[in-house]
């Protein structure tokens, strides 16, 4: 279907027919199907940003926020065992292993060294109120830090197969907790969608027609300030999501230009040498470019028409990291 998009301008106009949320959404997915230039150019969005770029291991604090089905257990694995540091980890086998840097300070927050302390798969929004905090209880000290926000990001459409296929085979967050300023969201607004311990066996298409499915635009939701957005109220609230949705992406862009260092799956070397140029760190070997799964699933002409819909602002996310991810490599 994406060849088809591609090769095919009736089909891209049945594509582009479709209701969106954000009103600059069909040129995005213009753009998302057929290449060619920036998004920057196209959508007049100012790209150059300081970079602090001297990060210091002794002192400033990493964290990774880490948005599900985006590579990040296999990115955690390198963290926990590939990068060279000069003072010892002890991570072979311990997770968490508390990872400390010579001065007993976080020097990274991530699941493989810390646990989920913030929650599991916490969002930007929840780490904000909680990383301070934790950082001087581990620290056992209150202290100015500059904090390094990173995350990794995925193709959209790969990455919603890739929530599907997991959660159909019994997977689950099922002890995950969202909070946002400072209460946590009320059944109402966040709910499973199916009330079993698992969703062992869900259709792709039961999993799309949920409206509390959090798997819909998810890194643009965890990328985004919640608070700016009224949180979780009215979330599933068809008259709310027009207005939510130019809010999300232009807060998850906002904050993903903020953050000094950035991934994308499909692009390992230059997240790589990203990370290299940011953090002055070096894994001890080149990233194998591990997915996070099959995403060879069989999908109808219908269900991916629903799947472009369900994935409309993290694709305007995604072709915007790639375009500033690009721009930080070259300068």
């Not at 301008?9 to 582009?16: A, G, K, P, S, W």
């Not at 926000?149 to 159909?168: A, C, F, G, K, V």
């Amino acid at each position: 279907w994406r060849e088809e998009a591609k090769e095919n301008d009736v089909f891209l106009q049945e594509i582009l027919s479709q209701n969106y949320y954000h009103s600059d959404s069909k040129k995005v997915l213009s753009l998302f199907f057929l290449g060619g230039n920036s998004t920057f150019p196209q959508l007049q969005e100012p790209i150059k940003t300081p970079l602090k770029n001297n990060y210091d291991i002794d002192k400033d604090l990493i964290v990774f926020l880490h948005i599900q089905k985006t590579g990040g257990m296999y990115l955690n694995e390198r963290f926990r065992t590939n990068l060279k540091l000069d003072f010892p980890c002890n991570c072979k086998k311990l997770v968490p292993c508390g990872c400390l840097n010579r001065h007993h300070r976080m020097w990274m927050y991530t699941s493989a060294f810390s646990g989920w302390t913030c929650g599991l798969h916490a969002d930007w929004t929840q780490m904000h109120s909680c990383i301070p905090q934790l950082a001087d209880k581990v620290d056992k000290e209150h202290r100015e830090r500059r904090y390094f926000y990173m995350t990794q990001l995925r193709d959209p459409l790969d990455r919603y197969i890739s929530e599907w296929n997991h959660q159909s085979r019994g997977g689950h967050w099922q002890n995950a907790f969202y909070m946002c300023a400072g209460k946590h969201a009320e059944w109402g607004n966040v709910r499973p969608c199916f009330l079993t311990d698992n969703w062992r066996g869900v259709s792709l298409d039961e999993f799309m027609k949920c409206k509390y499915n959090l798997a819909t635009n998810r890194m643009a939701r965890m990328l985004a300030d919640l608070e700016s957005s009224d949180c979780y109220k009215h979330f599933h609230e068809e008259r709310y999501k027009s207005i939510r949705a130019p809010q999300w992406v232009s807060s998850a862009k906002a904050n993903l230009r903020s953050m000094e260092y950035f991934g994308i799956m499909e692009e390992p070397e230059k997240s790589d040498k990203l990370f290299n140029k940011v953090y002055s760190l070096e894994f001890k070997s080149k990233s194998v470019g591990k997915t996070t799964g099959s995403v060879q699933s069989r999908v109808t002409k219908q269900q991916f028409l629903r799947l472009i819909q369900l994935t409309e602002l993290d694709i305007h996310i995604y072709l915007f990291a790639q375009d500033l991810l690009n721009q930080r490599i070259n300068n």
